[in-house]
């Protein structure tokens, strides 16, 4: 009996390591800051996640990424860490593979004009949801993902929503 439960343990060992992933990726990114006349701001996302746990269809791991968004006075830049859940769903056809994040970190503002103007460091944490599909061996299409986050402790409330496409580059 000892055996049996050291051989499966070995063997689960085995099926979470085989299906480790780690990923490179970058999108091209628009945001609404839901901040009044500020409009959509322009920019890009790149990051890493590893997803090292789980079986062949539910992966699980992290995600460490950064945001540039908008220029001059109207940016808001982040970086960001948190948990990335994805399942791979396999049809023949089309491999598709929808993912949720929930992360949080740091990021700096530059809003407003004049008096108005803040340039701040505040905490932000963001909910992102998307989907990639698998083009090549070791190459998806992110085609879309969606945020939502929040900046605290700045000045006023920022609530960005991000809308993102790109590429995932699959090293492992």
């Not at 598709?96 to 809003?111: D, M, N, S």
């Not at 599909?133 to 000045?155: H, I, K, M, P, Q």
Request: charged residues 15%; proline residues 3%.
């Amino acid at each position: 009996m000892k055996r049996i439960l050291v051989l499966f343990a070995l063997a689960l060992t085995y099926v979470t390591c085989a299906t480790a992933q780690t990923a490179i990726y970058g999108t091209v990114s628009s945001s609404n800051y839901d901040v009044g006349h500020v409009g959509w701001q322009y920019g890009s996302t790149f990051g890493l996640f590893h997803d090292g746990w789980g079986s062949p269809f539910l992966r699980a791991g992290v995600d460490v990424r950064a945001s540039l968004l908008g220029s001059g006075n109207k940016s808001l830049d982040s970086a960001l860490l948190g948990p990335h859940i994805q399942y791979h769903f396999h049809p023949h056809v089309l491999p598709l593979k929808p993912y949720f994040e929930a992360l949080g970190g740091g990021a700096h503002v530059r809003l407003g004009q004049g008096m108005n103007y803040m340039d701040e460091y505040g905490g932000i944490f963001q909910l992102a949801g998307g989907l990639d599909v698998t083009l090549f061996s070791r190459l998806d299409w992110r085609v879309a993902e969606y945020s939502w986050g929040s900046v605290v402790g700045v000045g006023r409330t920022i609530r960005p929503s991000m809308l993102s496409t790109g590429l995932v580059l699959r090293l492992r």
